[in-house]
């Protein structure tokens, strides 16, 4: 395993560097403007001379993203609870959750700005309904679909419902719950970006906002790039996170 993880980085890297030189090539032999696209060089060279500003920005992104994330987490688990052990709570609760889903939530920033005024709550709570569902469905759909065998087993040793639900259908949902961070993560960024570019005047959402207004699309290209690397650098971390959580989840493919 060892072996694979040392060929799939200089992989990538190839990659990366590839599509980064034939991005700068067609921008330079095509002469395309830089407030159009800009070559990757001049990307690094705008991240360098405004590296202080972006960090400042970066870091409350990461904040606001990072709380949401662990307010949706949070939340989800515990509604899974209730939703999981009781059929009757599911088919009154879930459907209302479902039709909450269907409303875009960069619509709702508006009003949370309205109800809550600009800066960090607004952020959060963005990032926490983009994030809540991602997260709720899969971990709710690990703990109601236990074997039929296994349930009938269980019953006639005499578990009762509480039992199978905190001591099968937890420790079952939790590798879902997990991995479903991965999609919630991603959703909470997305999420509190919106929300910067509606109701806050920090953040990197509000400095694409504010530099693509100016015409800077280097700096915006910045921005993006950052996001890009720092999603990726946390969705690896809870990649190790949950193999040490739930290492008893992989034994079968390590």
């Keep these: 395993m060892g072996i694979r993880y040392r060929i799939r980085v200089p992989g990538s890297l190839l990659a990366m560097t590839t599509v980064c030189a034939v ?17 990757p060089s001049v990307i690094l060279l705008s991240a360098s001379k405004y590296s202080w500003y972006l960090t400042h920005n970066l870091l409350d992104t990461l904040t606001h993203a990072v709380l949401g994330l662990a307010l949706a987490a949070a939340f989800s688990l515990a509604l899974s609870l209730p939703l999981a052990y009781s059929g009757s709570l599911r088919n009154a609760v879930y459907p209302l959750i ?16 309205l ?6 709550v607004p952020k959060v709570l963005t990032a926490f309904l983009i994030a809540f569902f991602p997260i709720l469905v899969p971990t709710l759909t690990a703990m109601v679909t236990v074997e039929r065998e296994l349930l009938e087993m269980l019953l006639s040793f005499g578990a009762t419902k509480g039992q199978i639900l905190t001591k099968v259908a937890v420790p079952r949902a939790m590798p879902y719950f997990l991995s479903s961070l991965h999609m919630g993560l991603t959703s909470a960024f997305v999420g509190t970006v919106i929300a910067e570019m509606v109701a ?12 693509t207004s100016r015409l800077d699309t280097p700096l915006a290209f910045s921005c993006l790039m950052l996001l890009a690397l720092v999603t990726f650098t946390a969705s690896k971390a809870l990649s190790l996170t949950e193999r040490r959580v739930v290492v008893w989840a992989y034994r079968a493919s390590a």
């Design 98 to 113: 479902a039709g909450f889903n269907a409303i875009p939530r960069a619509a709702l920033v508006p009003l949370l700005a």
């Design 115 to 120: 109800w809550f005024g600009l800066g960090s």
């Design 23 to 39: 991005w700068e090539l067609s921008v330079r032999l095509l002469s395309v403007p830089q407030y159009v696209l800009p070559a």
């Design 200 to 211: 806050s005047d920090k953040g990197l959402g509000y400095v694409i906002l504010s530099s």
